[in-house]
């Protein structure tokens, strides 16, 4: 079987995905290196304002490159390919102007919503201290004030979802899908490599902890980027829809890692773990009904996953 790569140009299903493999690694390789392309980077603590500001310019520049060479590359109009890209066009395949970009972004909210349906209740609920009663929480308008003042959140909710869904969602999983890969693994090469990139952070924090305890943190942080990019590439596959994923990227970096430890010591403990899991089963029930590529109209997945 031969499928159509870069420039229109029809190779065999073997070499398709070589490429969208080193595709791949390329992209990944510019970003992280990019991180610490200024020699401050590499020696300022990583939330240090001057630190952000310079990778602020570095994701941002690496971010604008991929898309323009995803559009040169992988976005060529091939009039003799059986999978024409006349009517596909790079605004479509990257997922900046998808068909529906309202609904897709409501059914990527509450994908989430509904998988952090137990965090949601502890911050709706909170029950810390002694008596089982909680300190009163900071008026919304000066959380959102002091937000907005802090680069850390600027980077965490911002920055950081916009360049990585452009780069490793926009560009790469639509590039491996092109390569003829199959849907799940379309889902998965991207945050592979991307998780494999953190290794990085293994030699950063064995500076202040021990090998082991660094070994661990490195391992747990790989296999959530991992499991989260999966995520959003599933996403991004299903409604066709990048400014979803930067959404549900940014909600899940808002929310962290669900903290079981505190639903657990909650008064009503048994009510939290009991949301934590009822929102986790609900999620994988709901995930492929609420992201039908045919109700939302994904071009991506019906370009390269409808036979």
Request: proline share 6%; aromatic share 12%.
């Amino acid at each position: 079987e031969r499928v159509p790569v870069t420039m229109g140009v029809m190779v065999e299903v073997g070499a398709a995905r070589s490429c969208g493999a080193a595709w791949c690694a390329l992209l990944c390789a510019a970003y992280v290196g990019s991180l610490y392309a200024w020699p401050a980077a590499r020696e300022l603590p990583r939330d240090n304002p001057a630190s952000i500001k310079r990778r602020f310019v570095s994701v941002t520049a690496v971010s604008a490159a991929s898309l323009a060479l995803f559009g040169l590359v992988w976005c060529v109009d091939d009039p003799h390919s059986p999978r024409n890209l006349a009517l596909y066009t790079f605004w479509q395949l990257s997922g900046l102007a998808p068909n529906s970009l309202l609904l897709g972004t409501v059914v990527a909210l509450a994908l989430n919503a509904v998988l952090y349906l137990g965090p949601l209740a502890l911050l709706a609920w909170p029950c810390y201290g002694e008596e089982g009663e909680s300190d009163p929480p900071m008026p919304l308008l000066r959380q959102l004030k002091g937000a907005a003042c802090d680069l850390r959140e600027w980077r965490n909710l911002v920055v950081g979802p916009v360049s990585e869904e452009i780069v490793f969602r926009s560009c790469m999983t639509t590039a491996l899908a092109a390569s003829g890969y199959s849907f799940a693994a379309s889902c998965f090469i991207a945050p592979m490599i991307f998780g494999l990139a953190h290794l990085h952070h293994l030699f950063m924090r064995w500076r202040i902890v021990s090998f082991s305890v660094a070994a661990v943190s490195t391992v747990i942080q790989m296999s959530y980027t991992t499991m989260f990019g999966a995520y959003t590439a599933f996403l991004f596959i299903r409604t066709g829809n990048l400014w979803a994923t930067i959404v549900a990227h940014a909600f899940c970096n808002f929310m962290g890692l669900p903290p079981i430890d505190e639903a657990l010591q909650h008064r009503h403990s048994v009510v939290m773990t009991c949301l934590f899991v009822l929102g986790l089963a609900l999620f994988f029930v709901l995930m492929f009904p609420l992201t039908d590529p045919a109700w939302l109209g994904s071009i991506v997945y019906a370009q390269y996953f409808v036979k």
